[in-house]
């Protein structure tokens, strides 16, 4: 029988494949990032060599954090994302989120800080625009709520107290944490971001809202407001 005629595999890659989902199921923690986000782009690229894609897109994103957390924009100017992958790499993160949100459902949220840290730190430590966001709180500080109030530019995002106090009045909040990431990395608070997190606190109060907390994250990093007796 010819070559031509020989039946072929299903795919030229389906044993490396097989043997890289077994090492994943015996020690998942001890494959590298590449081999991770190989396995990842395994639907999205059925029959093509995903782990050249895996090293390439390491390669020009810089590492396996900053990658899953590109914006979509950002994945389709890379010459080495289609579509099909970029849904992979965004569906991680949707996971991820959901992941460590689900720890801070249910619960008073001030009871368990550490888990509302890890929440914003993969939420949002490592998006390259600075967002804003606002957890609103009943009476016995459950979430209520988790909502982007704004997006800015890489360095800015505009915060309107009125707004705020607003949206808490509809959601009848009791109380709200105000959370925004600061891109550079630098957690520290700007004269600006302090200014504006009074006037929400005094916007607020009168109404009967309290203002927990206003916290700053990035990159692995978080600054309290609370903790620096800012508010």
């Keep these: 029988m010819s070559e031509a005629g020989k039946k072929q595999p299903k795919h030229a ?5 097989s043997r890289l989902r077994t090492r994943f199921m015996e020690a998942p923690g001890a494959l590298p990032d590449y081999e991770i986000l190989e396995m990842m782009l395994f639907a999205a690229n059925p029959r093509g060599d995903t782990k050249a894609q895996a090293k390439q897109l390491l390669a020009e994103f810089g590492s396996f954090a900053k990658l899953i957390n590109a914006d979509r ?3 389709q100017a890379s010459p080495h994302a289609g579509e099909a992958a970029i849904a992979a790499i965004k569906l991680v993160k949707e996971a991820a989120t959901r992941l460590v949100r689900a720890e801070v459902a249910d619960r008073p949220v001030l009871s368990g800080w550490q888990a509302l840290l890890d929440y914003l730190q993969v939420a949002m430590g490592e998006n390259a625009i600075e967002q804003f966001r606002i957890l ?17 530019t ?20 009791s109380a709200i944490i105000m959370v925004h990431n600061h891109p550079s990395g630098d957690v520290r608070p700007s004269r600006g971001d302090i200014e504006m997190t009074k006037q929400v606190r005094d916007a607020a109060k009168p109404l009967g ?3 927990h907390d206003h916290v700053i994250v990035g990159r692995g990093k978080h600054a309290s407001f609370k903790a620096m007796m800012l508010i």
């Design 13 to 17: 890659h389906a044993g490396h494949r």
């Design 73 to 75: 924009a950002r994945l």
């Design 136 to 152: 609103f709180l009943d009476r016995k500080n459950t979430l209520i709520a988790d909502e982007v109030q704004q997006q800015g």
């Design 154 to 173: 890489v360095d800015q995002t505009p915060v309107y107290p009125r707004e705020v106090v607003k949206r808490a009045l509809e959601l009848h909040a």
């Design 209 to 211: 809202i309290a203002l």
